[in-house]
């Protein structure tokens, strides 16, 4: 979840505005206006101390955890990108023993399962 919607989310269960929220701890509505449109990408640890003193819960409420699955899709992209790029500076020749090779290796491993 993005750092605004959690702290919209809040704001939501105490019954209060964003901007109130801006006024009692003494931060510039705009620091939430520029979270929200994404010209910022994450707040001050003050700025986050005070949300959290406020709201009376943890720093560590507004931790990013990323999520694994996109983390191994980033993975198979960067490994599947390198070898489109290498690929561009191999001669057909290669590219075709490559691609023999590709094959008996992922049809070997279909194969164990």
């Given at each position: 979840m993005?750092?605004?919607d959690k702290i919209y989310?809040?704001?939501?269960?105490?019954g209060i505005k964003p901007a109130n929220l801006c006024n009692a701890i003494g931060i510039p509505k705009s620091t939430l206006t520029e979270?929200?449109?994404?010209?910022t990408k994450s707040l001050s640890t003050q700025t986050?101390?005070?949300i959290a003193q406020y709201f009376?819960?943890?720093l560590g409420y507004f931790d990013e955890v990323p999520d694994p699955v996109d983390g191994i899709r980033d993975?198979?992209?960067?490994k599947r990108k390198l070898l489109f790029d290498l690929s561009d500076?191999?001669?057909e020749e290669q590219l075709d023993s490559f691609l023999v090779m590709f094959k008996?290796?992922?049809n070997n491993e279909e194969d164990k399962d």
């Open positions: 993005a750092m605004y989310n809040l704001c939501e269960e105490k979270l929200k449109t994404g010209r986050l101390q005070k009376n819960i943890s993975r198979l992209f960067e500076r191999a001669t008996a290796l992922v």
